[in-house]
């Protein structure tokens, strides 16, 4: 099983800002939804609690939650990690989609990254990606787009196999 970590950052590594993404990129949401429709998405329940629509359909949507009484309707909760990774059967690829304390925590644990960088500073961001140790890992592809009418800044799609 291929653990795949996807997140969009600025320049400095920002996630988020006030429980939510630092700006609206439709190109990047509509590569999310491509990459992970039909897989496992794992998230925090901070994350969770921030998208828009509740469970994101197509995906088995796995939350981690340390509030032992947590219900979602159309998705499964988790007490850890080690709890959610172990009711994975059969799985090719498994994507964590943040935010913040998830990355953290599975970092070390990923064999593919799903970069989305934004080429922006967002100086009131208040989560951020892990620092990643570019020394173990490869660059396996690369597109960059420029800043339109609906895009407020350009961008770059970035992967990522661990060496
Ligand atoms: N740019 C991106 O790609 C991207 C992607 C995702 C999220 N984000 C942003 O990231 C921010 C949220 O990140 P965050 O770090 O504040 O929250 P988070 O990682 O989404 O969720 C944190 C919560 O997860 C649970 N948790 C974390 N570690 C746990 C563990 N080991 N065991 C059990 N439960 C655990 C806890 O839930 P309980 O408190 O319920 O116990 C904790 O409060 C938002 O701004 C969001 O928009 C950005």
């Not at 509509?30 to 925090?44: A, P, Q």
């Not at 088995?60 to 988790?78: F, K, Q, T």
């Not at 500073?121 to 620092?131: K, L, M, N, R, Y």
């Amino acid at each position: 099983m291929i653990i795949s970590i996807i997140a969009a950052t600025g320049r400095n590594n920002e996630i988020g800002k006030a429980g939510n993404l630092l700006c609206h990129l439709p190109a990047d949401l509509k590569r999310f939804k491509e990459i992970t429709s039909g897989h496992t998405v794992i998230m925090g329940r901070k994350t969770f609690e921030s998208l828009p629509k509740g469970p994101l359909p197509n995906r088995r949507n796995m939350i981690i939650s340390r509030n032992a009484g947590l219900r979602i309707e159309d998705a499964e909760v988790y007490p850890s990690l080690d709890a959610a990774f172990i009711k994975l059967i059969d799985e090719n690829e498994v994507f964590i989609i943040g935010g913040a304390q998830i990355y953290e925590q599975t970092l070390a644990l990923a064999d593919k990254l799903y970069l989305t960088k934004i080429h922006a500073d967002f100086p009131e961001a208040d989560a951020f990606f892990p620092t990643i140790d570019f020394s173990v890992w490869r660059k396996t592809g690369r597109e960059t787009f420029p800043a339109d009418e609906k895009h407020p800044y350009s961008f770059s799609f970035l992967e990522y196999e661990r060496l």
